[in-house]
């Protein structure tokens, strides 16, 4: 399929899409520095890790924008948001994460409309990862939140991975 035959709206959701994968992976950078600068490294290792599925996406995305004879292009990079503390920080990456569940969400129901087949499937996908984002991070706030040990969620950790439960939170403090 050529640029040119391509429905101009999935052409938008692939670009919207590497904007915020890419911000993602901005976002979750950052903060796993934060986090291990306040000594929470399991947490930080976490983050690192969401960073690197996150740029998978980006990556499949490039791919695909270029199968399709697009010059992949993020137009606009969000600005990090940071928290004082942990939770803080988990609440900033589910309202990011709910975004991009919504922007795949309408990318795989306009795929589906225009019965293009292939999007619609590859956005399907990406939709159903960041689902389980989501879906990890709620658990995650809500284990910190009731003071039950915030381990990382188990199926956020690759097998070949073996970390410790996340039980502090530290405030974030300016330097001076």
Do not use: C, K
Request: no cysteine; charged share 30%; glycine share 6%.
């Amino acid at each position: 399929m050529l640029a040119a035959r391509a429905d101009q709206r999935v052409l938008g959701y692939l670009g919207r899409a590497l904007s915020l994968e890419l911000s993602a992976v901005q976002m979750y950078t950052t903060q796993a520095r934060l986090v291990g600068a306040w000594g929470l490294a399991e947490a930080a290792e976490h983050l690192r890790n969401e960073a690197q599925e996150e740029m998978g996406h980006a990556d499949r995305i490039i791919e695909r924008m270029l199968a399709i004879g697009v010059a992949p292009s993020a137009s606009q990079l969000r600005p990090v948001r940071l928290g004082r503390d942990l939770a803080e920080l988990l609440e900033v990456n589910r309202e990011f994460e709910l975004e991009l569940v919504q922007l795949y969400t309408d990318a795989t129901r306009h795929s589906a409309r225009v019965g293009d087949h292939d999007h619609r499937m590859f956005f399907e996908r990406l939709l159903g990862e960041e689902q389980t984002h989501y879906d990890e991070l709620t658990e995650w706030l809500a284990r910190l939140q009731n003071s039950v040990p915030a381990d990382v969620p188990e199926t956020a950790v690759s097998p070949r991975t073996r970390r410790e439960p996340l039980t502090t939170q530290r405030r974030f403090r300016s330097v001076r």
